[in-house]
């Protein structure tokens, strides 16, 4: 698609991080269904699967978007399954269907086979909750309530973008728990009120996350990546022009010292100069 009028603008988005390492960290046979509020109008939909925390590739049998009481397959190079590697993502085919301005469609996936759930964040707000439910339900409007549960948490599923109107934009909230938690969709629904229909919040944050440092142990590594291995990852965003930064809290109260935890010794703490660094890094 080519054309200056329009554009692909991502209207959903999260950051992809590491989840806490568990024995169950596996699962298989399930539905994973999120919700997406898009604030745009648009003629198509493009959605991005990310396996950048997983350590062994994963598998997704079946993408369908349900949309005005219809289901739509998704596919991958004209497959309905694909399978990313450990670290890498996988962009959808264009989906060609109507989106209404200020609407919301829902993204669904299965994993047939066991599938390491290690590329995941939690997020929280009136937008961010989600659903899974055991078997193939991906065709399913409602799911039964007793094989069916709430998630508020986000596994591979990174963006969506709709193509739409090239005066739509998008603008990224980049943080760690402050920002993983309920104000990027107060924004969104400010937005909305207000009147600002050209402009679309998502959310790149994670709970835990520094600017300088990331843990190397399993009982912190869920706490996230470091800024240089996050922000190139996260930031390039279809149709975004400007970035919210939240950071650094993390880097300053996580030390405590190895006489009262051996992973979060004091020399972790930085300097003001190498925070203001880390900052800079992130405006270059």
């Not at 301005?101 to 994993?111: G, H, K, R």
Request: charged share 20%; net charge negative.
């Amino acid at each position: 698609m080519n054309n200056k009028t329009k554009h692909w603008a991502c209207v959903w988005g999260n950051a992809v991080s590491i989840a806490e390492n568990r024995p169950e960290s596996f699962s298989k046979n399930i539905t994973l269904r999120y919700p997406i509020y898009s604030q745009f109008e648009g003629s198509a939909i493009r959605l991005t699967f990310d396996n950048y925390c997983g350590t062994e590739p994963i598998t997704i049998t079946k993408t369908t978007v349900f949309l005005k009481g219809a289901f739509f397959p998704v596919t991958f190079g004209g497959q309905a399954a694909v399978t990313i590697p450990a670290g890498e993502h996988a962009v959808s085919d264009v989906l060609s269907c109507p989106v209404e301005a200020q609407s919301t469609f829902y993204v669904s996936f299965y994993l047939e086979d066991y599938t390491q759930m290690r590329s995941v964040v939690f997020t929280s707000g009136p937008l961010s909750s989600g659903s899974y439910a055991l078997g193939d339900q991906t065709e399913t409007a409602d799911f039964p309530i007793e094989i069916s549960r709430s998630t508020h948490y986000f596994y591979f599923l990174s963006n969506v973008s709709v193509y739409t109107s090239s005066k739509n934009r998008t603008v990224v909230c980049y943080g760690d728990s402050i920002t993983a938690q309920d104000w990027p969709d107060y924004l969104t629904l400010r937005c909305r009120k207000e009147g600002y229909d050209h402009t679309a919040i998502i959310r790149r944050a994670t709970s835990g996350s520094r600017i300088l440092r990331e843990y190397s142990c399993i009982t912190y590594e869920s706490y996230g990546l470091k800024g240089d291995h996050r922000f190139p990852h996260e930031v390039p965003t279809d149709g975004a022009d400007t970035v919210l930064i939240q950071q650094g809290i993390n880097d300053i109260i996580h030390p405590v010292g190895t006489d009262v935890n051996p992973f979060r010794p004091m020399s972790d703490l930085p300097t003001v100069e190498e925070l203001i660094e880390g900052l800079k890094y992130y405006i270059r």
